[in-house]
T-cell receptor, first 111, second 113 residues
Framework: GQQLNQSPQSMFIQEGEDVSMNCTSSSIFNTWLWYKQDPGEGPVLLIALYKAGELTSNGRLTAQFGITRKDSFLNISASIPSDVGIYFCGVYNNAGNMLTFGGGTRLMVKP | DGGITQSPKYLFRKEGQNVTLSCEQN?????MYWYRQDPGQGLRLIYYSQIVNDFQKGDIAEGYSVSREKKESFPLTVTSAQKNPTAFYLC????????????FGSGTRLTVV
């Protein structure tokens, strides 16, 4: 199956700092999704990207669909304690009916 | 409001007992999925169903069973054959077509003692 490499695996940052994480693959995809999982909860969709080069924002979050279609980036500006959680990237298979998720980036924010 | 509900939130069982986790959705989604998550780890697919009365094994189906008798419901049974059942279980649903992503439930934390 598709292999998504998500990095870093974990980050421990100071409140107010900007955060950047990415997801890469050896295959090309037509859709990149970013989810956030709060501790003890299910993941929630943050941003969906449908076009190579697309840059989309959701509040302090900005995600980009890589021009090669093999990667995507998620940036969080001015982090706050409630940004704590695990961030997952996801891509659809060729049939468009199954998502594959990356291993996640665990974000910890120190107040 | 439409959503996907997992119950219970916390579940304790004795070793050797089967246990069934509930997942119900009122989003009119065709597809449903079960994932397992271990502490600090990613999501591993157990079973999925694209349509009523049909389901397929995911990457870690051994020791688990499912049924899909109704569109709204996709219960997961953790059997005594599952060697390490203590984990966080997540159910999700999707339209089954189009790249709209999955909607996840809030999870069930199963502890086997």
């Amino acid at each position: 199956g598709q292999q998504l490499n998500q990095s870093p695996q974990s980050m421990f940052i100071q409140e107010g700092e900007d955060v950047s994480m990415n997801c890469t693959s050896s295959s090309i995809f037509n859709t990149w999704l970013w989810y956030k999982q709060d501790p003890g909860e299910g993941p929630v969709l943050l941003i969906a990207l449908y076009k190579a080069g697309e840059l989309t924002s959701n509040g302090r979050l900005t995600a980009q669909f890589g021009i090669t279609r093999k990667d995507s980036f998620l940036n969080i500006s001015a982090s706050i304690p409630s940004d704590v959680g695990i961030y997952f990237c996801g891509v659809y298979n060729n049939a468009g009916n199954m998502l594959t998720f990356g291993g996640g980036t665990r974000l910890m924010v120190k107040p | 409001d439409g959503g996907i509900t997992q119950s219970p939130k916390y579940l304790f069982r004795k070793e050797g007992q089967n246990v069934t986790l509930s997942c119900e959705q009122n989003l009119n989604h065709d597809a449903m999925y079960w994932y397992r998550q271990d502490p600090g780890q990613g999501l591993r697919l157990i079973y999925y169903s694209q349509i009523v009365n049909d389901f397929q094994k995911g990457d870690i189906a051994e020791g688990y069973s499912v049924s899909r008798e109704k569109k709204e419901s996709f219960p997961l049974t953790v059997t005594s054959a599952q060697k390490n059942p203590t984990a966080f279980y997540l159910c999700a649903s999707s339209k089954g077509y189009g790249h709209y992503g999955y909607t996840f439930g809030s999870g069930t934390r199963l502890t086997v003692v």
